[in-house]
């Protein structure tokens, strides 16, 4: 016999356990068949705690359904988490008036038969300002701004900066890298839909990582798993630096306003998220 590697994970046990207990409490009180969480340091990218549901008994494989790591490697629909993307994109690019003012409610996609509604049935909130359109999550906002403001190659170039549609690995573990409708259908719909999150997917960890330009001035960090892998000699073989910063993908002016919105998004009375104060 010979003594392996020790293998150090960044994990935070009391925020692991913490994690694992919640999760099933969500799952039960919930009902719902699939669920994944994360937290990571946004400054250095430390991974703290990480799992999914549904579980398996680790001294039963037979219990062992689902074979896919949701939090790495399951790539969805995330929704309205894709809005602020769009608002730096159109501040960056000089096109951003917060003030001004557009039609809420429904909106026609041009060359097309599709009309996009907010998400309280088309209602919409009559005409109201670019930044009360974050704050009230509004898809029409998101259109206007795609169709008639942002440059669209700049915005998607954003999006693949933030590490987007690409699958990659994070210490040897597989990330899935989501897709883009619009790569392959050229649609007007699919276009506009992405600003939203919507014909297109992501994995719970690459939004992880994207959101990490709110902590880091426009700049994601790097997440990662393992701490340093110890020989059996004590010799360490690996040590993990870091705080791998990208490029500058957002300016400080832009992700200081939209940061601005999302916490107007919790603490304002008509911000959609304000039931988590």
């Known amino acids: 016999a010979v003594n392996g590697d020790s293998i150090y994970l960044s994990l935070d ?20 068949s699939k669920m994944w969480c994360g937290f990571m340091d946004a400054h250095t990218g430390r991974m703290l705690a990480m799992a999914s549901r549904p579980d398996f008994d680790l001294t039963d494989r037979s219990s062992l359904e689902n074979w896919t790591d949701l939090f790495l490697t399951y790539a969805y629909e995330v929704g309205s988490v894709a809005k602020p993307f769009v608002y730096m994109t159109a ?5 951003y ?26 209602q919409g909130w009559g005409t109201i300002t670019f930044d009360e359109g974050l704050v009230r999550s509004s898809n029409t906002a998101i259109v206007t701004l795609l169709q008639d403001k942002v440059d669209f190659d700049d915005y998607t170039n954003r999006l693949k900066q ?15 890298g989501g897709v883009a409708a619009y790569e392959s ?7 506009v839909s992405i600003g939203f999150g919507q014909a297109s997917t992501y994995s719970p960890i690459q939004i992880l990582k994207a959101y990490s330009v709110f902590a880091n001035d426009g700049r994601t960090v790097e997440p990662y798993f393992v701490d340093r892998i110890v020989k059996a000699d004590g010799t360490v073989s690996y040590s993990a630096t870091g705080r791998e910063y990208s490029d500058q993908i957002f300016s400080s002016e832009a992700v200081a306003h939209v940061s601005e919105l999302m916490t107007r998004v919790i603490n304002d009375e008509i911000g959609t998220g304000k039931t988590y104060q």
């Open 97 to 122: 008036d917060g003030s001004a003012t557009y039609q809420s409610g429904t909106i026609k996609v041009n060359g097309t038969n599709n009309t996009v509604r907010d998400w309280n049935y088309g």
């Open 185 to 191: 259908t050229d649609s007007p719909y699919d276009k």
């Open 91 to 95: 501040i960056d690019q000089g096109v």
């Open 162 to 176: 933030l590490g987007f549609f690409q699958s990659t690995t994070i210490d040897g573990l597989s990330v899935a």
């Open 13 to 32: 046990s009391e925020l692991q356990n913490m994690l694992e207990t919640k999760l099933d409490e969500a799952m039960e009180k919930s009902g719902a």
